[in-house]
C-alpha cells in the first residue's frame, strides 16, 4: 500500500506561482510514475502531468506545457508540480496519484485546493 498526501495548494492571483507536493508513504518505492490531476465542480477529472519514479521522464497536458512542471526527490518520497504563471482557470481541486502497475493509477491522494484569483 501507498499512502498520498498533497499539500501547497491555496488562493493566489493571476500570474503568481505556486508549488505543490505529494507526499508518499508506506511503500512509495513500489511506485512507478506518479502523476498530478485536477478536477472542478461539475467536470471531468483531468490529467496534468505525470513522471516516471526511476527515469524521471515527464509527459504534460497541453494546459500544462510550458506554465507547469513535475518533479520528484526519490530520497524523500515526494513528488512536486510547480505552477507558475497561473490564471483562474487553473482554479480546481489537484491531487496527486501512483502508479504501480504499468497502466493506470493504483493510489490517489485526497486532493489540495488551488484558486486562482483575478
Known amino acids: 500500500q501507498v499512502q498520498l498526501v498533497e499539500s501547497g495548494g491555496g488562493l493566489v492571483q493571476a500570474g503568481d506561482s505556486l508549488r505543490l507536493s505529494c507526499a508518499a508513504s508506506?511503500?512509495?518505492?513500489?511506485?512507478?510514475?506518479m502523476a498530478w490531476f485536477r478536477q472542478a465542480p461539475g467536470k471531468e477529472r483531468e490529467f496534468v502531468a505525470r513522471?516516471?519514479?526511476?527515469?524521471?521522464?515527464?509527459a504534460y497536458a497541453d494546459s500544462a506545457k510550458g506554465r507547469f512542471t513535475i518533479s520528484r526527490d526519490n530520497a524523500k518520497n515526494t513528488g512536486y508540480l510547480q505552477m507558475n504563471s497561473l490564471k483562474p482557470e487553473d482554479t480546481e481541486g489537484y491531487c496527486c496519484?501512483?502508479?504501480?502497475?504499468?497502466?493506470?493509477?493504483?493510489?490517489w491522494g485526497q486532493g489540495t485546493q488551488v484558486a486562482v484569483a483575478s
Open positions: 496519484a501512483g502508479a504501480v502497475k504499468p497502466r493506470g493509477y493504483d493510489y
Open positions: 508506506g511503500r512509495p518505492f513500489s511506485l512507478s510514475a
Open positions: 513522471i516516471s519514479w526511476r527515469s524521471g521522464i515527464t
